[in-house]
C-alpha cells in the first residue's frame, strides 16, 4: 500500500504562483511515476504533469511552459511550480503514484480567481 499525502493548494489571482507538494510513503517501489491531475467541476479528470523515476516528464499540453514538475526520488516526494496561472486552472489536484497499481491523493483544491 502507498499513501499519498498532497499540500500547497489555495487561493492565488490570475498571473499568480502557487507549489503543490505531494510525500509518498509505505511500500515504495524504486521504478515508478508521479505526479498530477485535475478535475474542474463538471469535467473528467485530466492529466497535468508527470515525471518517473529517471526523470523523465510529461506536461499537459495547456499547462507546458508554465507548470515544472520535479521529484526528489530519496524523499518519495513530488512538486508542481505553477506560474502564470489562468482561471482555468482552478480545479481539485490530486497527487499520483503508479508502480504496479495506481494510488491516488485525497485532492487539494487551487482556486485562480481575481
Known amino acids: 500500500q502507498v499513501q499519498l499525502v498532497e499540500s500547497g493548494g489555495g487561493l492565488v489571482q490570475p498571473g499568480g504562483s502557487l507549489r503543490l507538494s505531494c510525500a509518498a510513503s509505505g511500500t515504495i517501489f524504486a521504478i515508478n511515476t508521479m505526479g498530477w491531475y485535475r478535475q474542474a467541476p463538471g469535467k473528467q479528470r485530466e492529466l497535468v504533469a508527470v515525471?518517473?523515476?529517471?526523470?523523465?516528464?510529461n506536461y499537459a499540453y495547456s499547462v507546458r511552459y508554465r507548470f515544472t514538475i520535479s521529484r526528489d526520488n530519496a524523499k518519495n516526494t513530488v512538486h508542481l511550480q505553477m506560474n502564470s496561472l489562468r482561471p482555468e486552472d482552478t480545479a481539485v489536484y490530486y497527487c499520483?503514484?503508479?508502480?504496479?497499481?495506481?494510488?491516488w491523493g485525497q485532492g487539494t483544491q487551487v482556486t485562480v480567481s481575481s
Open positions: 499520483y503514484y503508479t508502480t504496479t497499481r495506481d494510488y
Open positions: 515525471i518517473d523515476n529517471n526523470g523523465f516528464s
